[in-house]
């Protein structure tokens, strides 16, 4: 089984600073893209943050230059970084991983690569 866990998050103020972090654990053979998505109460799910297996960051405009993606794939994390937060980040933060998985069944190892969410985290911001 593989399983996302998100752990951080919390209560912030505006300005302040929050850390989001995210390890896959599990019957994991690779990891490609891992990324942090949010959710505002009756909003979709949008994209915050990603980054590729090689380093590459990727941001929504939103966050630019205040959030920081980083990922150690030694250990399967990935870190969101948040600074200068605002009202505005308030949401449910997702961490999301493209991953292939793995499974021995009578010793034929058996592949699968698909998507993978964590149970999300709350992330508040006052003013």
């Known amino acids: 089984q593989v399983q996302l866990v998100e752990s951080g998050g919390g209560l912030g103020q505006a300005g302040g600073s929050l850390r989001l972090s995210c390890a896959a654990s599990?019957?994991?053979?690779?990891?490609?893209?891992m990324g942090w998505y949010r959710q505002a109460p009756g909003k979709q799910r949008d994209l915050v943050a990603t980054?590729?297996?090689?380093?590459?960051?990727h941001y929504t405009d939103a966050v630019k230059g205040r959030f920081t993606i980083s990922r150690d794939n030694a250990k399967n994390t990935v870190i969101l970084q948040m600074n200068s937060l605002k009202p505005g980040d308030t949401a449910v933060y997702y961490c999301?991983?493209?991953?292939?998985?793995?499974?021995?069944?009578?010793?034929?190892?058996?592949?699968?690569?698909?998507?993978?969410w964590g149970q999300g985290t709350q992330v508040t911001v006052s003013s």
């Open positions: 980054i590729t297996s090689d380093g590459t960051p």
């Open positions: 599990g019957s994991i053979l690779s990891i490609g893209d």
């Open positions: 999301h991983a493209a991953l292939t998985a793995y499974r021995d069944i009578d010793d034929v190892f058996h592949f699968n690569r698909s998507q993978y």
